[in-house]
């Protein structure tokens, strides 16, 4: 199909979305937001780039009415744009930067005609003046005094309680479009329906009443799209992960785990969640011994492992990474093992241990529990007791992470997103160096791991990421690289 000419056509389903970037053709997908001026004002830019590059695709996502593409493309705010060529992503470019926009386009799309060079379309095509209307337009808004700044970050903090407040002001609480009784769409009747299938009690907020939460709870959560939905305080996810929970149980596991109760409809009471603690029992009913054996090799591989959801750099669900945060505030080393990426062991545990559902904690063989227990007996001082008790001691520093982490490649970058997804146009620049003189590297997402991302800053007296390291040295951020790059002296100062 060719392109579409100048038109930027709005994309209704990822099946759509599909089709048209297995095609081929330079596409450039921008997600926005009817509510985010930002959006509007890079809008302008994007449809005057449209007519700049007729050979190319532009499409436009409303990214909270299509959350599966969103999610796809963990997009975690508007603006933020895709880049497709030959059917693969190539780059994105998140924020309201024109610039930026216009040569990554002009990189993408190539030439407007094949005897011409490619060339950014900020220099006097048909967006250029658009371009750099809007980046002046852009310039005014962040020229606020420091007085301004200093009410907004007031303004911040008190929304930051208000949100802790409302995510916590029921067990599950499930932040919707309408109210169950009235769902405003389809995503958060799927979420409603699956609650009342698993019988609990859920508070809900209305999020087309309060812009204010609304957004906030974008940043807060780092989840972009509606619904979101909470237990005991910590986000689950939104309606894909739900359903997908729901489907094979797993939603169910969470909430008996946690202590929620059930709501039997036809006898109109409470019950009470099953409260057994858990304990291994020998012989383990129902498993094989090839099986029992392999968990017990598992549970004893290391004085304290986490059977988690992702790993600890990347947990793949907020009651996983809760009980790495207190490991590593406790500086406990431990071991990990990532029941996602086998079902032997992730429904095997759940019958020798005797509990239903992750993260499982084990201190010295012995079943800990799970996150809410972890929590408890980190707050009442039981932890740190139970860990001297069992010779475990505070091992890892944060420091000795540190230097763990940056001595683990030599060549490492500390980023926002991953190389193939940069989440930032300052990390995506410093990547594209590196790629460009064939310099192999290590990466950090440090927006996966706030005491790293904190931790580092200090460390390293550098304030900002990304940062670049050459056998534990700090080469230096976004304007070091792209200055060594320039001068010919990046790959020589990587293999010195």
């Known amino acids: 199909m060719a392109a579409s000419g100048g038109a930027v ?5 990822k099946a759509e979305l599909d089709a048209r970037i297995v095609e081929g053709a330079p596409v450039i997908l921008h997600f926005w937001a009817s509510w985010c001026e930002a959006s509007k004002h890079m809008d302008k830019v994007f449809s005057h780039l449209s007519i700049d590059f007729p050979l190319a695709h532009f499409l436009r996502v409303e990214a909270e009415e299509h959350p599966e593409i969103s999610e796809a493309y963990s997009v975690s705010a508007v603006p933020y744009f895709v880049f497709f060529k030959n059917g693969k992503a190539v780059d994105t470019l998140e924020g309201a930067d024109p610039s930026s926009l216009a040569n990554k386009v002009a990189k993408v799309a190539g030439p407007i005609t094949p005897w011409e060079p490619a060339a950014p379309a900020s220099l006097g095509m048909a967006a250029g003046a658009t371009v750099l209307e809007t980046v002046q337009e852009f310039a005014k808004q962040n020229g606020a005094s420091q007085e301004t700044s200093q009410v907004l970050s007031g303004k911040a903090d008190k929304l930051e309680k208000r949100l802790q407040q409302l995510v916590n002001a029921h067990p599950i609480m499930l932040f919707m479009k309408g109210n169950p009784e009235s769902p405003k769409c389809g995503f958060s009747q799927k979420v409603v329906d699956i609650l009342k299938k698993e019988k609990v009690k859920f508070g809900s907020f ?44 797993e939603l169910g596991e969470v909430f008996r785990e946690h202590g929620i109760e ?3 409809s036809e006898e109109g009471k409470l019950t ?19 099986t029992s054996s ?40 431990f071991k990990s093992f990532d029941i996602l990426t086998d079902d032997e062991v992730r429904q095997g545990l759940k019958v020798y241990s005797n509990w239903s559902s ?35 001691s505070s091992g890892e520093t944060l420091e000795d992470r540190l230097k763990q982490l940056i001595n ?39 927006l996966t791991d706030e005491e790293v991302r904190q931790g580092l800053k200090k460390f390293s007296n550098w304030p900002t990421f990304p940062q670049l390291y050459y056998k534990g040295e700090l080469i230096g951020g976004c304007d070091i690289v792209l200055e060594l790059r320039n001068s010919g002296e990046l790959k020589e100062t990587l293999s010195e």
């Not at 812009?211 to 939905?229: A, D, H």
């Not at 201190?363 to 860990?387: A, F, H, N, P, W």
Request: hydrophobic share 35%; glycine share 10%.
């Open 262 to 264: 059930t709501f039997d």
């Open 358 to 392: 992750y993260p499982q904690l084990y201190i010295k063989e012995e079943l800990i529990g799970g996150s809410d227990i972890v929590l408890e007996m980190q707050k009442s001082g039981e932890l740190k007791k139970v860990l001297a008790e069992k010779g475990i």
């Open 9 to 13: 056509k709005e994309v209704k389903s």
């Open 206 to 249: 209305d999020i087309l009443t309060d812009n204010e939460v609304r957004e906030g709870l974008k940043k807060f959560s780092n989840w972009p799209t509606y619904p979101q939905i909470y237990c005991k305080g910590e986000l689950l996810g939104g309606s894909d992960i739900a359903i997908s929970m729901h489907e094979n149980g």
């Open 294 to 333: 392999r968990l017990k090799s598992l549970i004893t591989s290391a004085p304290v492992i986490l059977f988690m959801k992702g790993n600890p750099d990347e947990p793949k669900c907020g009651f996983s990474r809760k009980v790495v945060d207190i490991l590593r505030q406790e500086s406990v080393k």
């Open 408 to 446: 683990s490649s030599p060549v490492m970058l500390f980023m926002k997103g991953k190389p193939d997804a940069p989440q930032c146009g300052f990390s995506s620049k410093v990547v594209n160096a590196l790629k460009e003189e064939g310099v192999e590297f290590g990466s950090f997402d440090i």
């Open 272 to 290: 009470q969640p099953d409260g057994k603690k858990g304990g291994i029992s020998e012989p383990s009913s129902g498993l094989s011994a090839s």
